[in-house]
């Protein structure tokens, strides 16, 4: 399927979950709620990912079990795309699993529909969430009340292929990189791959996800989203950042859209066509499984002419939640603080679902290379995660999902970068309210 084909059911699935409405919302459990161990309960529970995440969620609802051997845990996963699809039609009918995995991009739109159950009245007993800091339960807070707990975090990172660079003679990338050094070897890459078969690029379109357009105002020291949700920058902010690329697109210098879209959900990176990857610095156990290689190096994203430091914020990798339709929710609760606090599940996932959001679990991760990398480079960048990951309003999925299916039109040449932009806005306008 498409980036774009996906992008329109995203944003279709999105108007269902629009006629949610606010019912639905549980009413506040008293602070000394409490749930037996022996008490019989079955609750639905469902993720994103691919069999191997599903094979290590076996591992630890089996944990799960042998505290709670009388709750039955229904199980359900699917693809990132058709994940959010499922959920906005059972929203749309208040008829959500009783455990979510939530998204940060997804949290304030489900949230805002009063689809979640706030989870602070079962702190004291079922969810005490112990080791777990207070400044990362806040990215799952909204408007006070605890809707999301988060499993762990990560920070927006440059992955590399040392394979690839290798073989091609070229030397890492570093930290300390301006965008115009990364254009140049985006083009050395491309030079030196021109003969292999298949060829291989230095990278795809680095303006072509959201998430690098929030590290960029980020740098500049500037607001994403207002408090009230409707955008902080302007279109002319989105122009800048495209146009920031523009004569390696001209130039044909990134990884071929047709190429991308023939392999996607995959692109460049994961084929082992590409030498570099931006993403969050959990994915690089997609990064090293997908391409065939543990030899994947990470750095911090380039800075621009004159900065000096990276301005980084950690970001709940994915959270879990509790829908507000369920009627066990002292067994889902029960659930979530297992699967946050366990070191248990925390040695059965490593770092593949971010960094484990308590010492406790770091310390029992038996790291596999994927893991060292991840920790290793949160570690080198502790000093450079000095401010807070955005809180990005209802809306926010559409808006994501959007951005991808413009910039694809925007390789192809369909539209211009002040087309992107009205067309961006226009729909922000929709979906945000701005």
């Given at each position: ?266 692109g460049g990176f994961l084929a ?101 990398v991840n920790l290793d480079y ?57």
């Amino acid at each position: 399927m498409s980036r774009r084909i996906a992008a329109s059911l995203a944003i279709a699935a999105a108007a269902a979950l629009a006629l949610a409405g606010c019912g639905g919302g549980g009413a506040a459990k008293p602070a000394d709620v409490t749930f037996d161990k022996d008490t019989k309960a079955e609750i639905s529970f469902s993720w994103w990912g691919n069999d191997d995440r599903a094979a290590r969620f076996e591992q630890a609802i089996a944990g799960f079990n042998k505290e709670y051997p009388n709750v039955k845990v229904v199980r359900n996963f699917n693809a990132w795309g058709d994940y959010w699809t499922a959920r906005n039609t059972e929203a749309a009918g208040h008829a959500l699993p009783d455990v979510v995995m939530m998204d940060a991009g997804y949290l304030g739109e489900y949230a805002s529909k009063g689809l979640l159950l706030d989870l602070t009245p079962y702190r004291e007993n079922l969810l005490p969430l112990k080791g777990v800091a207070d400044n990362v339960l806040g990215s799952g807070t909204v408007d006070g009340k605890l809707e999301s707990v988060p499993l762990g975090t990560n920070a927006w990172s440059m992955m590399y292929n040392k394979d690839i660079l290798d073989k091609l003679g070229i030397a890492y990338p570093t930290g300390d990189m301006t965008w115009d050094q990364l254009d140049a070897f985006i083009k050395k890459v491309d030079a030196a791959g021109a003969s292999s078969d298949p060829k291989i690029y230095g990278a795809e379109d680095y303006t072509g996800g959201f998430p690098n357009f929030i590290y960029h105002l980020m740098q500049q020291k500037n607001p994403v989203f207002k408090k009230d949700g409707t955008p902080a920058f302007s279109k002319k902010d989105v122009i800048s950042f495209l146009d920031s690329a523009a004569s390696l697109r001209k130039a044909g210098a990134f990884y071929p859209i047709d190429r991308s879209i023939a392999l996607s959900p995959s692109g460049g990176f994961l084929a082992g066509e590409s030498a570099l990857w931006f993403n969050f610095s959990t994915t690089v156990l997609q990064g090293m499984t997908d391409a065939g290689t543990e030899n994947i190096g990470m750095v911090t994203p380039p800075l621009a002419d004159g900065e000096k430091t990276h301005i980084l914020a950690p970001k709940p990798s994915m959270l879990l939640s509790v829908s507000a339709n369920s009627k066990q929710p002292e067994a889902a609760a029960a659930l979530v603080d297992y699967l946050v606090t366990s070191p248990d599940v925390a040695k059965i996932f490593g770092t593949s679902l971010g960094t484990p959001a308590t010492q406790a679990g770091r310390d029992a991760i038996d790291q596999q290379p994927a893991d060292t990398v991840n920790l290793d480079y949160l570690d080198s960048i502790s000093k450079e995660l000095t401010a807070s990951y955005p809180i990005l309003p209802s809306g926010y999925g559409t808006i994501e999902a959007k951005w991808g299916d413009l910039h694809e039109q925007l390789q192809y040449g369909q539209i211009t970068s002040k087309q992107f932009a009205d067309e961006l806005f226009s729909e922000m306008s929709l979906a945000l309210g701005s």
